[in-house]
């Protein structure tokens, strides 16, 4: 293994990225049904290319995590306001009965799906992949070649995705122009923001604060997630969150709210520290990784099969990280 070139390595590490995306974002909820596991093919262009283009980009221009977080939301905008254009639809999921509609746009469903993606689409799989291949994280995966083909690929997925759910799910819909040319606006946005702005900041300064415990952080992680998933997503035949009815559907769409960017601000603190390490932060991401596989079994699948299948896929996902926790630190390149 040590002797294998380098590029072969990385490609190795851009294959595992690209199974992982659509592995963590999709099987593991149930999203996609473990019977239906063979769906995942389809959806390998879009979740897989479009994970690793992100963080070719990122790292080809320097950014950090926060700008894989950027690019996450600029994922969410394109796969659910231009390819399934669900953002905007009044029949496709039911989601335009979450919650009140907001300039055209179903409110509850964008503010379930943003975070979800960008940490569970985009943030976990490009973690764990780095954690795997600890001596090419701060390194691109793939050259010039890989990463055009990587970007075709990409929109590839979108085209897929645009011909194959609609059409069967939400037949003659097609989102105002105004929604369409505002999410190709901010993506511009987010992008430029993301790969232009953010890598020209100076770094910030390390401090000696204390973080939690690495157990401490996955029970975090953990509740942090199942509780927000519990708030925002129906289920057990729930037309809105949380069991609410009309503008009651508010109350948990604000806690959700607050849940998130706590969460967020209290991460962004941690990492700045000094303490902070690869084991914590893959014990945080282990906590919501779990909750959110909880969440598919509980409120998700809808068949024995399926369920039994989510906790099989559990088990192992729980096997894999304390596998992975244990292994000793490599140095990185670059």
């Known amino acids: 293994m040590k002797n294998r070139p380098r590029g072969e390595r990385n490609r190795l590490a851009a294959l595992t990225l690209v199974v992982l995306g659509p592995l963590v974002a999709e099987l593991a909820l149930g999203s996609t049904p473990v019977r239906m596991a063979w769906l995942l093919l389809l959806w390998l262009p879009i979740y897989g290319a479009g994970v690793l283009l992100i963080r070719e980009l990122v790292r080809r221009f320097r950014g950090g995590w926060l700008s894989v977080i950027l690019l996450g939301v600029a994922y969410e905008l394109v796969e659910d306001g231009i390819a399934l254009q669900a953002l905007s639809s009044p029949h496709l999921y039911g989601a335009a009965g979450w919650a009140p509609r907001v300039l055209g746009l179903n409110s509850a469903y964008l503010e379930a799906n943003l975070p979800y993606h960008v940490v569970f689409s985009v943030t976990v799989p490009i973690l764990l992949t780095d954690l795997l291949f600890p001596r090419h994280r701060h390194v691109p995966y793939l050259g010039r070649t890989g990463l055009v083909v990587t970007g075709l690929c990409a929109l590839a997925g979108v085209a897929l995705l645009r011909v194959s759910v609609p059409p069967n799910q939400d037949p003659g819909y097609m989102a105002p122009p105004g929604v369409l040319l505002g999410c190709l606006a901010a993506v511009?946005?987010?992008?430029?923001?993301?790969?232009?702005?953010?890598?020209?900041?100076?770094?910030?300064p390390r401090t000696d604060a204390r973080v939690p415990s690495a157990r401490a952080l996955a029970g975090g992680g953990f509740l942090a997630a199942l509780a927000f998933m519990g708030l925002l997503f129906p289920f057990w035949g729930a037309a809105q969150p949380a069991f609410t009815h009309g503008l009651w559907v508010l109350l948990p769409m604000a806690a959700a709210a607050v849940a998130a960017v706590g969460t967020g601000l209290l991460v962004h603190r941690w990492s700045a520290s000094s303490r902070w390490d690869?084991?914590?932060?893959l014990a945080l991401a282990g906590g919501a990784l779990i909750a959110h596989t909880v969440f598919g079994v509980v409120g998700v699948a809808d068949t024995a099969l399926d369920r039994a299948g989510l906790v099989v896929l559990g088990l192992l996902t729980a096997w894999l990280l304390l596998v992975l926790a244990r292994?000793?630190?490599a140095a990185a390149t670059g």
Not at 278 to 281: A, I, K, L, S, T
């Open 327 to 329: 292994r000793p630190p």
């Open 278 to 281: 690869d084991r914590r932060c």
């Open 188 to 204: 511009a946005v987010l992008a430029v923001i993301a790969l232009g702005v953010l890598p020209r900041r100076a770094a910030r």
